[in-house]
């Protein structure tokens, strides 16, 4: 049996309107997303925005208060996790202690009434698939933390699932580790095939290995695109400032689709806004979008080296604190101190409440 | 390395005078169970035992008992507390408190609301005697369980082996329990040394266990009273012993 016959046909997964609250705690509030066969799609969002809670009710581990899970059209939404089929990867360390590393892998087969020998050999080809044929051995506290969530992802695709779900695999992980496990899932996923939702609030990690981003917030999906589409194109100012750095400049409203910022008038991105001409608001500016010119309108106030990029903070007379990026090479001449002006280069953007 | 040869002697004497206090009753009851007939020492008063009125029946009971509690307080205690610590949490200060209640309700108040609530073919069987000690041992197998669970990431490692398949019996069997058998073993240990010492219950419900048996064989002399306890307390000896070689043989099939 070779990896790409672990998933017979990539499966189509629909969520429809799925609510859970416990107590007073509304956790999903009416939560939907369709995925695509073979689809990698990351849900991200802020702690206790009910990314957790979203992904049990896909694995079964929890039963919604209302709405559905259908894979490849068929509603699973009442079946035990049992009759479910998917692959499931946790935040915490969740292998088995009590178990080497092959045994892991090889024990929702044995579940299955798998025989041994063809379990045992199974097991071994995932954790060839993952890197890990020397560590079939050991028993999870002999390893460590990565190679750990490697033998967790060769546990879940061990039984063929129809779906992997993985909930924020890369958390407990240090930064150079997480970088190479998640393009490492990545090329997994693609070499299987498998349709995949992937949990992060690690927006950079959602960005690098996504076909389609989620953004989440309070319990429900608030966008879902692919990742330059989202970044370009943020739908609410909540994921604007979520994905990627965002500026928040004092602006005036001149008319429902037009807004003056800077003295540079811009076109309004979010049109049922719903305030009134003449508020005063505020304008989402990327720092990439602000340049600097000669001028008299901001004071730089600190300059912090990122590598190519240097990335300058200015105030101006009002207080307000703006970041922006430069390239290094032309940094060098910057001071704290400083009187510079800004200029917007962009044509349109976000509003919202000051 | 340092710190050895410093607490060495104070560590040695403390022991000492712990190993006095421990085993200086035992060492006199055994001499004066030994004092034979004409100042002669022997082990007569041993070998009397095995003969005395009862003594098979005893043993038989003793032993059923030890196993059914066990097996109850096992197969009641440990979905119990693995059940509060994934889903009632906020109720383990409750449950822990409840589990104390036998601590503090009066041995003739639980024998009589027992029989006053229990089904008329458990009355007249030891086994009502095994549910009573099952309740009696929750203050301390609640609690060594409890420890148990609350090493490991219960929640984790069930949703886990739930998301791979596997029945609640195979979570229990293969997940749960491997990783809490330290635990298993001492709240086993003991309830078993429970069963084996408890005599207010036993003679409240009128069975002769062995507590109870020895109270009443050893009535009538007093040598024989005194082999008796010893006996009894080899005979737990010899089975917590037992058991904890089968925890180590458990230990190292891992
Ligand atoms: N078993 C539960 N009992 C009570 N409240 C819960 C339970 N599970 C989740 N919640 C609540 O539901 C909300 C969503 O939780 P969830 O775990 O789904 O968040 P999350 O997006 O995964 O957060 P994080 O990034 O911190 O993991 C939170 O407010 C949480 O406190
Ligand atoms: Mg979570």
Redesign the interface.
Known sequence: MSIQSTVQRSSRVTISNLRRTFADVVALDSFSLNIEPGELITLLGPSGCGKTTALRMVAGLDVPDSGSVEINGASVTNLPPSKRDMGMVFQAYSLFPNMTARENVAFGLRVRGVGKAERLKRANELLELVDLTTQANRYPHQMSGGQQQRVALARALAIEPKVLLLDEPLSALDAKVRTQLRDEIRRVQQEVGITTIFVTHDQEEAMAISDRVGVMNKGNLEQLAAPDFLYANPATAFIASFVGAMNRLPGLLMDANTVKVLDTTLKVANSSHGFASGSKIDVMIRPEHLMMTSGDIATILDRSFRGPMTRIVVVLDDGTRINLDVASASAISINPGDRVGLTITVDKALIEAR | MTLTPKLGPGLGFGLGVVAFYFLMPLVSAFEFSARGAGNVYSLEAYGRIASQYGFKDVILLTTRLVFVTVFLTILIMVPTVTWVHLKAKKLRRLIEFISLLPLVIPPVVLVLGVLATMPNYLKGTPMLLALEYVMLAMPYTFRALDAGLGA??VR??V?????????WH?VFM??IA??IRSAIFGSIFLTVALVLGEYTMASLMLWETFPTWIATVGQSEATLAVALSIFSLAFAWVLLLALSAVERRQKGR?
Do not use: V, Y
Not at chain 2, 159 to 167: E, H
């Open positions: 490991i990431d984790t490692l949703d886990a082996a739930r998301g791979l398949g596997s029945p195979t293969r997940i491997p990783n891992k």
